[in-house]
T-cell receptor
Framework: DGGITQSPKYLFRKEGQNVTLSCEQN?????MYWYRQDPGQGLRLIYY???????QKGDIAEGYSVSREKKESFPLTVTSAQKNPTAFYLC????????????FGSGTRLTVV | DQQVKQNSPSLSVQEGRISILNCDYT??????FLWYKKYPAEGPTFLIS???IKDKNEDGRFTVFLNKSAKHLSLHIVPSQPGDSAVYFC???????????WGLGTSLAVNP
């Protein structure tokens, strides 16, 4: 079955540590996205990539970094520069041609203590 | 400055009745409109969409209405079922650039 896998589902880290969230898709989608959701907030775009080896900042990229070395994978690193990293992180992908087949992973809840 | 607004954070309806969720937008460049449903601790799942050339799209119990002059989008669920209880997000796209602009969501509770 095709889909997007985010791992782990829950992640705990100490303040000041970098942490990397995994996102893998086997849908053969060109574009991949990282969103953050906070309580009472909508989804805010962190980074997106429309093709391998290329990515663009979204609306709240500060304190985050990404890479897109393979079509299937789009890992997100939450760095120590991110002032409020505790949140629910969602990865999504879409095929070339638009947003009609936007598919989400099940998310990673990151808690920084 | 929020381009997409879902002014009702929550909505409660009785099973079997109609649920109406609303979404307002400010940018007339939006030309594709989607509704997503989200359960706690899960990713959103696509529900229904409409392009700007239409004013209504229906899929089973779900109907989306688009009023371009009012820049208003609504989702009707009829009859509502307890399994419809979730957070509903509207998401808008301009020019097919694969970026979606999201509302803050409306939490729907359907009571048995």
């Amino acid at each position: 079955d095709g889909g997007i896998t985010q791992s782990p589902k829950y992640l705990f880290r100490k303040e000041g540590q970098n942490v990397t969230l995994s996102c893998e898709q086997n849908l053969n989608h060109d574009a991949m996205y990282w969103y953050r959701q906070d309580p009472g907030q909508g989804l805010r775009l962190i980074y997106y990539s429309q093709i391998v080896n290329d990515f663009q900042k979204g609306d709240i990229a500060e304190g985050y970094s990404v890479s897109r070395e393979k079509k299937e994978s789009f890992p997100l690193t939450v760095t120590s520069a991110q002032k409020n990293p505790t949140a629910f992180y969602l990865c999504a992908s879409s095929p070339r041609g638009g947003v009609r087949d936007y598919t989400f992973g099940s998310g990673t809840r990151l808690t920084v203590v | 400055d929020q381009q997409v607004k879902q002014n009702s954070p929550s909505l409660s309806v009785q099973e079997g009745r109609i649920s109406i969720l609303n979404c307002d937008y400010t940018n007339s460049m939006f030309d594709y409109f989607l509704w997503y449903k989200k359960y706690p601790a899960e990713g959103p799942t696509f529900l229904i969409s409409i392009s700007s050339i239409k004013d209504k799209n229906e899929d089973g119990r779900f109907t989306v209405f688009l009023n371009k002059s009012a820049k208003h989008l609504s989702l009707h669920i009829v009859p509502s079922q307890p399994g419809d209880s979730a957070v509903y997000f509207c998401a808008l796209n301009a020019g097919n650039n694969r970026k979606l602009i999201w509302g803050l969501g409306t939490s729907l509770a359907v009571n048995p």
